[in-house]
């Protein structure tokens, strides 16, 4: 007999409890019926400050319960509980019976009892509804021309509320009562070093003290703070952390703690045995805890429980790693240094911007915890060893050589989001059903919570054996970026050549398009010229893109989506005149369908005297720069989006790389030309430019990360000479710029190193390789139709030329032409 389950909650807690569940429960006997009061579906709040990024919210969803035994019900807030006859009634009316009842009703902001706490432009930071709102008065401020905040807290939520104002271009204050910032994660030293590093970033940090008041001065904010300091604001954050809501288990007599909280057991069970409380929300052990990992610990308790189990909760890990305005920070453990007789052992050095810290036992024989501020990578090694033995010197551990090599023991817990051990990962690895992080991802769920132990995955591949070759084919035992270099370096020109002293055999339909690539990269001559023409895939080999019924489309280049009348009626009587059907483009530019082999010429010819040239639609090169309108037009627009996406588009126009690349240029954080789904995209600031990169949209979508902020326009050109040039010289075959970007070691702070702070010396010889190509483009249209030899291969039939293809036929549709595939029927609208 299938019973039922109530939940009370739809956050990230009550999300996992579901999914958990339903995991467990192979034979059906639950139905799960969920109440959630906000009006969207459970979201990821962990990653909340990353919607500023996007103002995507789907950005952030949780994979939905698509299960015909799950009911979810949106903006349907759970009044009542009869404990006796065990009926909830929600606040549209509806009565629902349970079996048990899970309360996961989170927590709420605390808001300090500061007088004018109410004001408009106040706010508290912990939904999305909460930013969206933040937005609207930042937006009202930089319409008067004013941008500052004050953020009251200065621990992780109110950092992180810090840099969410930064991305919106205010310039913000944090207030933190107690002594230093993240008083529960660092201790003075970390502090310290973190307060510098994030006083850099135009943050102004005020410790010691609170805000007396918040007063209106016309359309402005007067906060005062208790130390006498008086602060003209914009906008106002209150992070001063939550407290746990438990109106429901007040009102209808289940026991809660003094300090708050629904009391729970070590089974999650609240003083009624038929309801439980987990997340935030509950009291267990006399403690509440703020962090996702303890409540998927109980929400997996919770599952096992429903199904006749004896799980207990095993405790908190209270660890966190985190990135906080590009500092990394970390704490694990006794950070502390709480039990008694416990030992610190710190490697603090302010020239290199890092603070490291471990504690030990009072004999030095057993890791208690740790602290990292600036330099968090050996974290995923150093939590799971907290309550094992040091392996050595605890100083090697932290110290700057690098230390001892350290290894886990088999029962280490490598992810405490979801208690994944050493050994569970390494069986799967054994066992072959896993053979990549994404592999070990999807059979353990290591790595899907926070993410700060993949690095630790990968290590653990390693350690099982498991190589992945960089052979480019069997032709050749080179990846692609060894043989770019062999090319770069030996000025190989052919392709014959390069397989002849590097390779074997003949080649492959991998390799030739690969190397070909890897030539036209380093400017060696048109595509069709020689031996290349042979080389190129199919699109390449005719500069136009190939279509379902053998014809080929026509994508004229227009940089940044800005054309003229005279050019659209140009594109107008071309189409018109060879019968091709036209679609305006997402990249902002017009798609001409329906072209035989032996009229592209013509075509060029008459988009080529217009002023037009090959947009390389077909080819693994650039292709466009997006626009908004910016400054030219826009009101809201901070920047000339228009102006920098011509000189991007026409910089790197032709630039052959290992896939495609797309970029945009938003005027401001609106957003609008979505340059956070581009290989390399840039948002307008009131000071400059933000540069994202690793973006893409296609099967697989990745929103692109920040790489530089609030930079000038030459040094944004010059940040992306160097990343293209990286990208070319050192990724895989067909690897787009967000795959390349993960799979490199040491990821976005790596490539921030090697591009921002040329940490390989390189940077200079990028540069020099990217001017070079400016030099030499040429448009590969006009290089056809200047060259009688290249012209000729442009015939549907070489023995009758000018023969039209009788195999290409089309019919009208919506007043255009569209192809007719012969053998497959039409469908009947």
Known sequence: MTRTLVVVGHGMVGHRLVQALREKDVTDQWRIVVFAEEGRPAYDRVALSSYVDTWDADTLSLAPHEDPLVELNLNDLVVHIDRDDKVVRSMSGRAQPYDALVLATGSVPFVPPVPGRDLPGCHVYRTIEDLDAIRATVEGAHSSGRHAGMVLGGGLLGLEAANA??????SPHVVELGPRLMPLQVDEGGAGLLRRLVEKLDLTVHTGTSASSIERDGDRLIAKLSNGTELDLDVVVFSAGIRPR?????????????????????????????????GE????????????????????????????????????????????LGVDVASFGDAHAQTEGALEVVVNDAVAGTYAKVVVSDDAKTLLGGILVGDASKYPVLRPLVGRPVPGDPVSLIGPAGGVELSLPNDAQVCSCHAVTKQHIVDVIGSGEAVDVPGIKACTKAGTG????????????????????????????????????????????????????????RGCDLCKPAVASILASLDNGHVLEGEQAVLQDTNDRFLANLQRNGTYSVVPRIPGGEITPEKLIVIGEVARDFGLYTKITGGQRIDLFGATVDQLPQIWKRLVDAGFESGHAYGKA???????????????????????????ELRYRGLR?????????????????????????????????????????????????????DVDTETLIKLIDRFLMFYIRTADRLQRTSTWIEGLEG????????????????CADLEAAMAKHVDNYADEWRGVLEDPEKLARFTSFVNAPGTPDPTISFREERGQKVPVLLGIPEVVR
């Open 165 to 170: 104002l930064r991305g919106m271009g205010i």
């Open 246 to 278: 438990d109106q429901l288990a007040r009102e209808f007599d289940l026991a809660v703690g003094e300090r708050g909280g629904i009391v729970v057991d070590s089974a999650c069970r609240t003083s009624d045995e038929n309801i439980y409380a987990i």
């Open 281 to 324: 929300c509950a009291n267990i052990g006399g403690v509440v805890y703020g962090l996702v990992a303890p409540g998927y610990s109980m929400a997996e308790v919770v599952a096992d429980r429903l199904l006749g189990g004896t799980a207990e909760f095993p405790g908190a890990d209270t660890s966190t790693k985190l990135k906080l």
């Open 450 to 505: 926070c993410g700060s132990c993949v690095p630790m995955l990968k290590k653990l591949l390693s350690e099982c054996g498991v190589e992945q070759s960089k052979a480019l084919c069997e032709h050749f035992e080179q990846s692609r970026a060894e043989l770019f270099e062999i090319v770069r370096v030996t000025g190989i020109t052919t392709f014959t050549e390069l397989i002849s002293r590097y390779g074997r055999g």
């Open 622 to 648: 650039l292709r466009t720069v997006k626009s908004c309108v910016g400054t030219t037009w826009c009101r809201y627009g901070v920047q000339d989006s228009v102006g920098l996406a011509i000189e991007l």
């Open 657 to 709: 790389s290992p896939h495609k690349l797309k970029s945009a240029v938003s005027g401001c954080a609106r957003e609008c030309a979505e340059a956070r789904g581009k290989d390399f995209g840039v948002i307008a600031t009131e000071k400059g430019w933000n540069l994202y990169v690793g973006g893409n949209g296609g099967f697989t979508p990745r929103h692109a990360d920040l790489l530089a902020s």
């Open 747 to 762: 990821g976005l702070d790596h490539l921030r190193a090697v591009i921002v702070d040329d940490s390989l010396g390189i």
